[in-house]
């Protein structure tokens, strides 16, 4: 067989099977789509966002936080093409009442881990939830009625950018990544890994009266329980087909630890 026959031939398959090549022509030129450019995506952004956030602790700014779920949900759509964004679960869920109990299950491991939390530590900033409730300033003596405007308005926040950011990076294309190199099992065990120890930023290394102190018992419990929890998104993810189970486990979870932090602290 002549070498042009022969090239017509690989032209064909790939355009019969366009899943081989998941990233943008622009990027598949730099990178291939395997646990390379995943770790490549973790340092990039997680290294920038644990130093944001910490930034944010000390100064009570969090406005870049914000910048950062969004450059993080957008990610995927600059990277990916139509077939590697479907790859990595942008699509339609397959089981739609499964969102439901995705939903639930976000909200019932938060009220576990306040439980866990009061019961280890109780209202000290040893508690992770009475540590993140410092930044959301809620003022004393404030009224019901604003109280519960407040807590709505936090819920809708915490119910969309970190969410949607979160999981289209983590759950979306740095799991797809890894996986395509080691497997599902293994990229999430990888990207709730990635996911937990990022988190030692919001709790466990930790601002107190103008002053650093890293908590390293309930930091070790902590991202733990966001490991578990990241698990969890993932299984959601697979049992829905879509990144949307685990958006909105990852949703629920977030509604379940604003209202402990409103009204059970």
């Not at 099977?17 to 770790?39: A, D, H, I």
């Not at 102190?213 to 733990?224: G, N, Q």
Request: aromatic share 16%; net charge positive.
């Amino acid at each position: 067989m002549g070498l042009k026959k022969r090239n017509k031939l690989y032209c064909c398959a790939v355009k019969r099977n366009p899943m081989q090549n998941e990233l943008r022509n622009l990027w598949s030129r730099l990178f291939k789509f395997n646990w390379k450019f995943g770790l490549f995506l973790l340092l990039i952004i997680c290294i920038p966002r644990f130093i944001l956030v910490l930034k944010a602790n000390e100064t009570g700014n969090y406005s870049l936080i914000g910048l950062v779920m969004f450059v993080s949900a957008i990610i995927p759509f600059v990277f990916l093409n139509r077939q590697g964004l479907r790859k990595i679960g942008i699509r339609r869920p397959k089981k739609f009442q499964i969102l439901f109990l995705a939903l639930i299950s976000g909200v019932v491991f938060s009220f576990l881990l306040h439980y866990l939390g009061v019961g280890l530590f109780g209202n000290t900033y040893e508690n992770w939830y009475e540590y993140i409730g410092k930044s959301y300033n809620i003022p004393h003596g404030i009224s019901a009625q604003d109280k519960k405007l407040m807590f709505i308005i936090m819920a809708i926040t915490g119910m969309s950018f970190s969410p949607i950011g979160e999981e289209l990076f983590f759950r979306g294309i740095v799991h797809g990544s890894f996986a395509k190199s080691i497997g599902d099992k293994k990229a999430s065990v990888i990207d709730s890994l990635a996911f937990a120890l990022t988190h030692i930023s919001h709790f466990g290394l930790v601002f107190i009266n103008g002053k650093w102190d890293f908590y390293l018992i309930p930091a070790l419990i902590w991202v733990i329980c966001m490991f578990v929890v990241s698990v969890l998104f993932f299984q959601m993810k697979k049992l829905t087909n879509s990144i949307w189970g685990a958006v909105l486990c990852h949703s629920g979870f977030n509604l379940g630890m604003i209202y402990c932090i409103f009204y059970l602290l």
